[in-house]
């Protein structure tokens, strides 16, 4: 009943930007936390950055003063910009949603089906 869909990935070279936006969709009745996850292959998956219902907002240290999360309400819809993009930020990126579904009294998690991001050097 909720589909959570990740763009924006792609190759860019070192140095270069990307923004990713990630849409959640459905029987939404709120969405407290959206989250950027990544993983690079044979590396577990991190947390990169996520943003609460109230904006506030968390980075993983690595990407700090490059990255920056930010939401629109109106159209469940986050955003990653990645600026000064380096080769270690090669990954897929994931995002998730922590909602509510209308009519249910309990949060529930829902993943996207990931977005390739490639920095060359």
């Known amino acids: 009943q909720v589909q959570v869909v990740e763009s924006g990935g792609g190759l860019v070279q070192a140095g270069g930007s990307l923004r990713l936006s990630c849409v959640a969709s459905?029987?939404?009745?709120?969405?407290?936390?959206m989250g950027w996850y990544r993983q690079a292959p044979g590396k577990q998956r991190e947390l990169v950055a996520s943003?609460?219902?109230?904006?506030?907002?968390n980075y993983v240290e690595s990407v700090k003063g490059r990255f920056t999360v930010s939401r629109d309400n109106r159209k469940n819809t986050a955003y990653l910009q990645m600026n000064s993009l380096k080769p270690e930020d090669t990954a897929v990126y994931y995002c998730?949603?922590?909602?509510?579904?209308?009519?249910?009294?309990?949060?529930?998690?829902?993943w996207g089906q990931g977005t390739q991001v490639t920095v060359s050097s």
């Open positions: 459905g029987r939404i009745f709120s969405i407290k936390t």
């Open positions: 998730n949603a922590d909602l509510v579904v209308l009519g249910n009294w309990r949060t529930a998690s829902y």
């Open positions: 943003i609460t219902s109230d904006e506030s907002t």
